[in-house]
């Protein structure tokens, strides 16, 4: 069986991060947490509106981003910044945006048959948003399935891979990947693994149905991004969609992202809701992701356009001791590698959250009780933890936070708001039920 993969983000939002040359006590932090992954948001030329994701020019660098004075070409500038990554253990990943383009692009006048257009003008982008329809005016969008030179769009796909490759970078998030044929990302990956086998590709396919995210990762992709961040811990929603992709394609939890409100703000900065979720995110799925300045319980939201470096935050909380202690257990354990099978046990506490996972890939099992209150305590009781468990080997606690050095039977707890105990064991045999 092939050995799972440590995948362990940490997403660098560039305008918040600034310059290339301000990037490296970010990879260095980074690094200290256990994060092996650094995912950037995209680094090319902007159009006229200034967004991340209105990209004008695919094989130019976004000024912004830029040392003016250093005699280094710009590309020479980033590539020292995944070098410097790779010295500190760290893979790169980037955005590839080949859904859209800014409006304003170059790429409509010189290959207008790349595009959508009705009646004359070039179509936006939209989505349907709390009943409305949004319209990204500043983005124009390829035509994918109708245009009369697709072996030309499908080329200049494949070159932008590969400058972005050349700039150091061996993963691609790939945005709304569903919104791409199959048949595109099939070739496009096949094509590019054939010269780089070590590059991965990442759907963004949130929004999908958990058919529609199956048949985008049939594609050839390594990882999807699953809607961990918007569980409850009540609604079956959650394990429903897990059950229908795991055996497909492994997944990638996340607390919060650079699409949404700041969790700090969400919860009012409270910390141990913070410690809480990412703890569950980090262990649900094969991998997680987490956006810069979470670490330091940031409240203003990242934004494409807006954000600029000054809107850093001088907070005086770090939880980088806990997300190292967290992402030490995700290194240590393939149960939580991969996506294994998992079941949410039943609880006589409503507010009380029991997880198993055992490992399809070794004889290790997982039991995760998390308090779902981050306020209050919560008390739970069992006669036996073994009878969660399919092996009779002892449990032992690893959790990041007042690890129980003796698991008595009956075990009774009361857990304090948020925490989580992460309990671990070998069993005889392995069982995918």
């Given at each position: 069986?092939?050995?799972?993969?440590?995948?362990?983000?940490?997403?660098?939002?560039?305008?918040?991060?600034?310059?290339?040359?301000?990037?490296?006590?970010?990879?260095?932090?980074?690094?200290?947490?256990?994060?092996?992954?650094?995912?950037?948001?995209?680094?090319?030329?902007?159009?006229?509106?200034?967004?991340?994701?209105?990209?004008?020019?695919?094989?130019?660098?976004?000024?912004?981003?830029?040392?003016?004075?250093?005699?280094?070409?710009?590309?020479?500038?980033?590539?020292?910044?995944t070098g410097k990554a790779r010295d500190l253990g760290l893979s790169m990943m980037i955005d590839l945006v080949i859904n859209h383009c800014a409006a304003d692009s170059p790429l409509l006048r010189a290959h207008p048959e790349w595009f959508l257009w009705d009646?004359?003008?070039?179509?936006?982008?939209?989505?349907?948003?709390?009943?409305?329809?949004?319209?990204?005016?500043?983005?124009?969008?390829?035509?994918?399935?109708?245009?009369?030179?697709?072996?030309?769009?499908?080329?200049?796909?494949?070159?932008?891979?590969?400058?972005?490759?050349?700039?150091?970078?061996?993963?691609?998030?790939?945005?709304?990947?569903?919104?791409?044929?199959?048949?595109?990302?099939?070739?496009?990956?096949?094509?590019?693994?054939?010269?780089?086998?070590?590059?991965?590709?990442?759907?963004?396919?949130?929004?999908?149905?958990?058919?529609?995210?199956?048949?985008?990762?049939?594609?050839?992709?390594?990882?999807?991004?699953?809607?961990?961040?918007?569980?409850?811990?009540?609604?079956?929603?959650?394990?429903?969609?897990?059950?229908?992709?795991?055996?497909?394609?492994?997944?990638?939890?996340?607390?919060?992202?650079?699409?949404?409100?700041?969790?700090?703000?969400?919860?009012?900065?409270?910390?141990?809701?913070?410690?809480?979720?990412y703890l569950f995110a980090a262990l649900f799925s094969a991998g997680v992701m987490m956006p810069i300045g979470f670490e330091h319980c940031f409240r203003k939201q990242l934004h494409v356009i807006r954000t600029k470096p000054r809107d850093w935050e001088d907070?005086?909380?770090?939880?980088?001791?806990?997300?190292?202690?967290?992402?030490?257990?995700?290194?240590?354990?393939?149960?939580?590698?991969?996506?294994?099978?998992?079941?949410?046990?039943?609880?006589?506490?409503?507010?009380?959250?029991?997880?198993?996972?055992?490992?399809?890939?070794?004889?290790?099992?997982?039991?995760?009780?998390l308090n779902k209150d981050i306020w209050n305590k919560q008390y739970f009781y069992s006669d036996s933890l073994q009878g969660y468990l399919q092996a009779g080997a002892p449990l032992r606690d690893i959790s990041p936070e007042y690890v129980l050095d003796h698991?008595?039977?009956?075990?009774?707890?009361?857990?304090?708001?948020?925490?989580?105990?992460?309990?671990?064991?070998?069993?005889?045999?392995?069982?995918?039920?």
């Amino acid at each position: 069986m092939r050995e799972p993969e440590k995948m362990i983000i940490y997403n660098l939002f560039p305008l918040l991060a600034g310059p290339f040359s301000a990037w490296d006590a970010h990879l260095e932090r980074a690094s200290r947490m256990g994060f092996n992954w650094v995912f950037v948001n995209p680094v090319q030329r902007l159009g006229a509106s200034g967004s991340l994701y209105s990209i004008a020019d695919y094989f130019s660098l976004n000024p912004a981003l830029l040392d003016q004075g250093s005699a280094d070409s710009p590309e020479d500038q980033i590539r020292r910044v995944t070098g410097k990554a790779r010295d500190l253990g760290l893979s790169m990943m980037i955005d590839l945006v080949i859904n859209h383009c800014a409006a304003d692009s170059p790429l409509l006048r010189a290959h207008p048959e790349w595009f959508l257009w009705d009646r004359g003008k070039v179509v936006n982008p939209s989505a349907k948003e709390d009943g409305r329809t949004v319209v990204w005016r500043d983005l124009a969008k390829f035509d994918h399935k109708h245009s009369r030179d697709r072996e030309g769009f499908f080329r200049f796909c494949a070159s932008v891979v590969e400058y972005l490759i050349g700039l150091g970078f061996t993963g691609f998030r790939c945005d709304a990947a569903y919104q791409v044929p199959k048949s595109l990302w099939e070739r496009l990956i096949r094509e590019t693994r054939k010269k780089h086998p070590e590059v991965r590709f990442f759907a963004e396919t949130l929004g999908c149905t958990p058919d529609q995210t199956a048949e985008t990762a049939r594609a050839g992709f390594d990882y999807v991004f699953n809607s961990v961040k918007w569980w409850d811990f009540h609604s079956h929603w959650l394990m429903e969609q897990y059950q229908l992709t795991r055996n497909v394609v492994p997944s990638i939890s996340f607390p919060e992202s650079h699409d949404t409100r700041r969790l700090c703000d969400e919860f009012n900065g409270n910390v141990e809701g913070m410690k809480q979720r990412y703890l569950f995110a980090a262990l649900f799925s094969a991998g997680v992701m987490m956006p810069i300045g979470f670490e330091h319980c940031f409240r203003k939201q990242l934004h494409v356009i807006r954000t600029k470096p000054r809107d850093w935050e001088d907070t005086d909380i770090d939880l980088t001791g806990f997300i190292s202690k967290v992402n030490e257990i995700k290194t240590d354990h393939k149960v939580f590698q991969e996506e294994a099978p998992t079941k949410i046990l039943p609880c006589n506490n409503p507010h009380v959250l029991v997880m198993w996972k055992a490992c399809a890939s070794c004889h290790e099992e997982a039991l995760l009780i998390l308090n779902k209150d981050i306020w209050n305590k919560q008390y739970f009781y069992s006669d036996s933890l073994q009878g969660y468990l399919q092996a009779g080997a002892p449990l032992r606690d690893i959790s990041p936070e007042y690890v129980l050095d003796h698991i008595p039977a009956p075990f009774n707890y009361d857990l304090r708001p948020g925490q989580g105990i992460v309990l671990i064991t070998k069993r005889d045999r392995v069982s995918t039920d």
